[in-house]
C-alpha cells in the first residue's frame, strides 16, 4: 500500500499528460451525461404524450454524442499509450541507473534473471495504476461530483444516496486489499520466480545440456509452472468475490435510489419526469465506477512489482559519495592515474584479486596491463570505475583519491570497453547512445563507423532503429563489442580503458578497429587490456600481472630483454600464430 503511495510521485513527473488524460475523459464523461439528459428528455416527451415532434431534437443530441464519444474513446486509446511509454520509460531509466551504480558485484549476488523480469515485464504492470487508474479517479471525481451536485439540487435524499454510494465504491475495494494483495504478491513472486528461471535456464542452456542437466531443470520448471498455475486461480477467485461484492454494491444503490424516487414521484414531492433524468443519470454514476473497479483489479499486481522496485530503488551503495564530492579536478590536465599499494578481494574468504599493486601512469600515457587470464586485470578497471572499494592502500586521479570525487563526475570522465558487452533492450541507436544521451543521430552514426559497427548495423532488419539486447536481435560476440566501442568513442572521455576491447572481434574487422583506436588514444590517458600481445607493443609502458600482482613493468623491449613472464608470453603467442 505504501508503495502506491510512493508510485504517486511518478505520476507528479507526468502530470501534463495526466491532467490532458483527465481532460479527455471529462469530455467522455460529458458525452455520458449529455445523452443521458436528452435522452431522459425523450422519454419524458414519450410519457407525456406532448408533441412528439419534439422528440426528434433530444435524439439527435444522444446520436451526436454517441458519436463524438466514439472519437474520443479513440483519441484516449492512442494518448494512453503515448503516456504509459513515457512513464514505463521513466521508471526503467530510474532503476537502470541505481543498477548502475550498484555495480556488477550486485548483479552477480542477486540472479541477474529475476532483476530482467522485474525490469521487462514487473514495470509492465505498473501501467494500470499509473496510468489508468489514476486519471481515472480524478476524472470520477469531478464528473461523479457534478452529477451528485445536481441530482442533489432536483432531490436532496436521492442525490445524496448516489453521493454515498458512489464513495463507497471507491474506498471499499480499499478495505479488501489487506485480504487480496498477499495472494497477488504471491502471484507475482511466482510468476517472477517462474520466468527468471526461464531466462537463465535459456541463457545458460549450452552449459545445462554440456552438464546433461536439462531434464532435471526441465522438471523443476514444470514445478514451478504447476505452483503458478495453482496461484494464479487462487488470484482469480479473489479478483471474482471483490468485483461481485462491487457489483452487489452498484446493484443495490441504483435499485434503492430508484425505488425512493419512485416513491417521492409517487407522493407528489417531486415530479414523474425527473425519474427519468434520475434513471440515466444514475446509471452514469455507475459505470465509470465499474470501470474504476477493473483498472483498480490490474493494478494489483503492480503493487508487488513496486515493492520489489523499490527494493532495489532502496538498496543501500556499498559505494558513497563523499559530502562536497569533487567535481572539478578531472576537467583541466590529462588524468593521472596512480595506484598505491592497493590490494583488493571479492570476498572474505578468497584470496585477494589484486595484492600489493603500485603503478603510475601519467595524464597523456597509453599504458599496457598483459597477464594471464584470471590474473586481476578487470579488477583494476572495477576498482577505477568504483565498482569496488580497494581493501586497502588507494587510487588517485589527478593526485586526489578517487574516492573524493563525485561519482557520476569520475565515471564521466572514463570510457571503458567492458570485457562482457552488456546490450539493454532498446534500439541500436539508444544502444550507443547510452554513454551520451543527447548525441545527435549523425555522431552516433560517425561513432559506429569509427567503431567498425556502421556496416553490420545497416544489414539488420531496421537499422539504427533494430531492437536489440534481450528478446531483441542476437548480436554475435564481436558485433557487441563493436557497439561497446562505439560507446566508447562517443563518449569521448579523457581517460579512456580498453579490457580486451576486440578479443571477440574477427581479424578483418579487428585490423580496421585497430586504427581507430590508435588515433582515440592521442590526446587520452589509456589503459589497454590486451590478449594479443601485437597490439600493446608501442604502449609507453606495459605491465604484467601474475596471480593478482605486478611481476614486471617496462617497454617492449625492455621486458623481452629481462626475459621474463612478458619473454615468455610473447614467444608463446609467437608460436600459436606460427602454427596457425
Ligand atoms: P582477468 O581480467 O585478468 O582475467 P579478473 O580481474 O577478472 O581477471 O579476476 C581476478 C580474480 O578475481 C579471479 O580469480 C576471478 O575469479 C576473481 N573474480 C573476478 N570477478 C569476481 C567477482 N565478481 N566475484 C568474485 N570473484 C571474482
Ligand atoms: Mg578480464
Redesign the pocket.
Given at each position: 500500500m505504501r508503495a502506491y503511495g510512493r508510485l504517486l510521485r511518478y505520476v507528479a513527473a507526468i502530470k501534463g499528460e495526466v491532467a490532458l488524460k483527465v481532460l479527455i475523459g471529462l469530455a467522455i464523461s460529458a458525452t455520458y451525461i449529455g445523452q443521458a439528459l436528452a435522452m431522459a428528455k425523450a422519454v419524458s416527451i414519450v410519457f407525456a404524450r406532448s408533441d412528439l415532434q419534439a422528440i426528434v431534437a433530444p435524439v439527435l443530441i444522444a446520436l451526436a454524442a454517441v458519436l463524438l464519444r466514439g472519437f474520443l474513446s479513440r483519441m484516449m486509446e492512442s494518448y494512453s499509450k503515448v503516456v504509459a511509454a513515457k512513464v514505463k520509460n521513466k521508471i526503467r531509466l530510474l532503476v537502470f541507473d541505481k543498477i548502475l551504480h550498484l555495480g556488477?558485484?550486485y548483479l552477480?549476488d542477486k540472479r541477474s534473471g529475476k532483476v530482467q523480469s522485474l525490469v521487462l515485464d514487473g514495470i509492465e504492470s505498473l501501467e494500470p495504476f499509473l496510468v489508468n487508474y489514476i486519471p481515472q479517479i480524478i476524472t470520477i471525481s469531478i464528473s461523479g461530483l457534478a452529477i451528485g451536485i445536481y441530482l442533489t439540487s432536483l432531490d436532496v435524499v436521492t442525490g445524496l444516496i448516489i453521493i454515498v454510494s458512489m464513495l463507497l465504491c471507491v474506498i471499499v475495494p480499499y478495505l479488501t486489499v489487506p485480504l487480496v494483495s498477499r495472494s497477488i504478491v504471491t502471484y507475482w513472486r511466482s510468476y517472477a520466480t517462474l520466468n527468471a528461471q526461464y531466462i537463465d535456464a535459456v541463457q545458460g542452456m549450452s552449459t545445462l545440456m554440456a552438464f546433461k542437466a536439462s531434464r532435471a531443470k526441465g522438471r523443476e520448471l514444470a514445478e514451478n509452472a504447476q505452483g503458478f498455475y495453482v496461484q494464479a486461480i487462487r488470484n482469480t477467485t479473489f479478483s471474482l468475490i471483490d468485483s461481485g461484492l462491487m457489483m452487489l454494491l452498484t446493484s443495490v444503490a441504483s435499485a434503492i435510489t430508484v425505488a425512493i424516487a419512485a416513491y417521492r414521484a409517487e407522493s407528489g414531492i417531486f415530479p414523474v419526469m425527473a425519474i427519468s433524468t434520475f434513471l440515466f443519470l444514475a446509471a452514469e454514476c455507475a459505470r465509470p465506477m465499474s470501470e474504476l473497479n477493473g483498472h483498480w483489479h490490474n493494478s494489483f499486481l503492480g503493487l508487488s512489482v513496486a515493492e520489489e522496485l523499490f527494493e532495489i530503488v532502496d538498496e543501500e551503495l556499498k559505494i558513497t559519495e563523499k559530502e562536497h564530492a569533487d567535481t572539478v579536478s578531472l576537467d583541466g590536465p590529462l588524468p593521472a592515474v596512480q595506484f598505491q599499494d592497493v590490494t583488493f578481494a571479492?570476498?572474505e574468504e578468497?584470496k585477494p584479486?589484486l595484492a600489493g599493486i603500485n603503478l603510475e601512469i601519467k595524464g597523456g600515457q597509453t599504458i599496457a596491463v598483459v597477464?594471464k587470464?584470471?590474473?586481476?586485470?578487470?579488477?583494476m578497471v572495477n576498482l577505477l570505475f568504483r565498482f569496488y572499494e580497494p581493501t586497502q592502500g588507494s587510487i588517485l586521479m589527478n593526485g586526489i583519491n578517487i574516492k573524493d570525487y563525485g561519482i557520476s563526475y569520475l565515471q564521466s570522465k572514463i570510457a571503458v570497453v567492458f570485457?562482457d558487452t552488456y546490450l539493454f533492450y532498446g534500439t541500436v541507436f539508444e544502444n550507443i547512445r547510452m554513454s551520451h544521451t543527447d548525441a545527435a543521430d549523425d555522431k552516433v552514426i560517425a561513432a559506429a563507423k569509427a567503431a567498425g559497427a556502421h556496416e553490420f548495423i545497416m544489414e539488420l532488419p531496421q537499422g539504427y532503429a533494430t531492437v536489440v539486447g534481450e528478446r531483441g536481435v542476437n548480436l554475435s560476440g564481436g558485433e557487441r563489442q563493436r557497439l561497446a566501442i562505439a560507446r566508447a568513442i562517443l563518449k569521448d572521455a579523457p581517460l579512456l580503458i580498453l579490457d580486451e576491447a576486440t578479443s571477440s572481434v574477427d581479424a578483418r574487422n579487428e585490423a580496421l578497429i585497430q586504427n581507430t583506436l590508435d588515433s582515440l588514444t592521442k590526446g587520452r590517458t589509456t589503459i589497454i587490456i590486451a590478449h594479443r600481445l601485437s597490439t600493446v607493443q608501442n604502449a609507453d609502458k606495459i605491465v604484467v600481472?601474475d596471480h593478482g600482482e605486478l611481476a614486471e613493468a617496462g617497454t617492449h623491449e625492455e621486458l623481452l630483454l629481462k626475459g621474463g613472464i612478458y619473454a615468455d608470453l610473447v614467444r608463446a603467442q609467437r608460436g600459436d600464430e606460427n602454427n596457425a
Open positions: 556488477p558485484g552477480s571479492y570476498n578468497a584479486a597477464g587470464s584470471g590474473s586481476g586485470k578487470s579488477t570485457q600481472l
